[in-house]
Nanobody, 121 residues
Framework: QVQLVESGGGLVQAGGSLRLSCAASGSVFSSRAVGWYRQGPGKQRELVARMDSGGNPNYADSVKGRFTISRDNAKNTVYLQMNSLKPEDTAVYYC???????????????WGQGTQVTVSS
């Protein structure tokens, strides 16, 4: 079973930047798709960025042009660089690793603890 540890969250002013990291263990990381998700207060968990095993990224419209997903297969780690942050980006951010369908469908039985991102106006 994949174990995930997200880190890098914090409190930042609007317009600022943060870089999130997600370390994964217990799986063949390099051959799997990865995704970053977020769940704001009172909202459903949504997929904000994903990357397939070939390194091709895809972004939700709400973060396109501001967020960048990347992966380091040697370190079993996926990153999310977040620039030009807005108050509406405030959420707990999670990552996960799996098949492309799992990533898109959020079809995972377990998640990490997430990392809180708070953007003040």
């Amino acid at each position: 079973q994949v174990q995930l540890v997200e880190s890098g969250g914090g409190l930042v002013q609007a317009g600022g930047s943060l870089r999130l990291s997600c370390a994964a263990s217990g799986s063949v990381f390099s051959s799997r798709a990865v995704g970053w998700y977020r769940q704001g207060p009172g909202k459903q968990r949504e997929l904000v960025a994903r990357m397939d095993s070939g390194g091709n990224p895809n972004y939700a419209d709400s973060v396109k042009g501001r967020f960048t997903i990347s992966r380091d297969n040697a370190k079993n780690t996926v990153y999310l660089q977040m620039n030009s942050l807005k108050p509406e980006d405030t959420a707990v951010y999670y990552c996960n690793v799996g098949s492309p369908l799992q990533v898109v469908a959020r079809a995972f039985s377990s998640w990490g603890q997430g990392t809180q991102v708070t953007v003040s106006s």
